[in-house]
């Protein structure tokens, strides 16, 4: 079974955090996050799968229980890359102030989402593997 990001919270934390969002439905080809613009949201996949694309060409593909766009709000950067539905997607929208209000107010969502930016830039280093994501 995959892992979600959500593995790391008890179901009422799951619960504050998912309220903390916006659910929303994306239509296949949208494109809600674009290399090279400024980190104002980011998102958890609830249904659907993302392609994660740098330069124009595809370096993972992510699904249910992945979040993407933290690592740039995370590091105080642009995006350095682009998500594109490659099905229709629900999705739990979060804006970048909502993102760091559950980082002070949640050590363990912030602990969550480090762990995965680590994990995501990490792999950056071997040019053979997928980098971290937008």
Known sequence: MAVSFFDAFTPEEVARISASGTRVHLPQGWAPISEQTPADKAYVILDGTVSVRQHGQEIAQLGPGDIVGEA?????????????????????????????????EMPKFHEALEAVVRDRVAPAADPGTESDRA
């Open 72 to 104: 740039a709000i995370m590091n105080h950067t642009l995006r350095t890359a682009s998500i594109v539905a490659l099905t229709p997607l629900e999705l739990i929208h979060f804006t970048s102030d909502t993102l760091r209000r559950l980082n002070v």
